[in-house]
């Protein structure tokens, strides 16, 4: 019997990108609908994608009860949040889950993205019951659904997510660097150029740190990776808190994932593009011998676990 189901609504990255070369994976920015069978119903990402999800949800008339995880607070991942209408219905209720930042707290970012200066209404507006749980690194329930956070390779306080229900788990890594300092991934049959350490780069840190985020992926049934650049591109692009896709791959071989889902796609690549990165991505895979199932995130893709 299966645990849980997602379903992709926002699957690129930076800024969305409408139009004719985007139509089969989808232009709309970060936004993951995840059902649990107790009827537990959480969005990973407030990003324009989850526009479409509310006008969804309003046409099903059903009573709201969501949490939204914030991966972090760049505008790709929370710039469809004033855009939600089941936000503006007194009968639901939506928690939004997040790390504070350095100068402010989770509530107060929330609340100045909406303030006049930068839109016409304001969070006060919106009248569902809206409230905000603040976390850190650490693990935590919500309504039988272990949930553990780790702070990632990419600047400011972003956080992925691994979620664990009835022995199954999804783990949620949408904006990620490499922490390796080799030039290459050990698991990878094919030569990564310029994959260098950007650690020094970045606030907050632990010590053997590829190791603790292999530990936080063991044996998911899917991950949920950023892949947004192929190696040459990831060159000219260090620090920016992003992955050339060998790396998600490295990481989900290594911790024995049986599900990989390449996501956060760049804006420049259109769908020609990701379908060729993951032609690369099974062909890699296949010589490892290492059973994997891999893909790029769309606009509309289902996966049950």
Known sequence: MKSFTIKFWGVRGSIPTPGASTLFYGGNTSCVEVRFKNNLFFILDAGTGIRELGKYLQRKKEKIDAYIFISHFHWDHIQGLPFFRPAYE????ITIVGSDDAAAKLAQIISLQMDPTYFPITIEDMQAHISFKSVKEEKFSIKGVD????????????????FTYQNSSLVYISDNEPFHSSTKFSAVPEKATGVRAVEQVFDNFYEDKTSKLIDFCKKADLLIHDAQYFPEEYDLHKTWGHSPYLYPIDLALKSQVKYLVLFHHDPDHNDKTIKHMVQKAKKIIKTTGISLKCEAAREGLSIEV
């Open 90 to 93: 007194p009968q639901n209720s």
């Open 147 to 162: 949930i553990q956070t780790i702070y990632l390779n990419h600047p400011g306080y972003a956080l992925g997510y691994r």
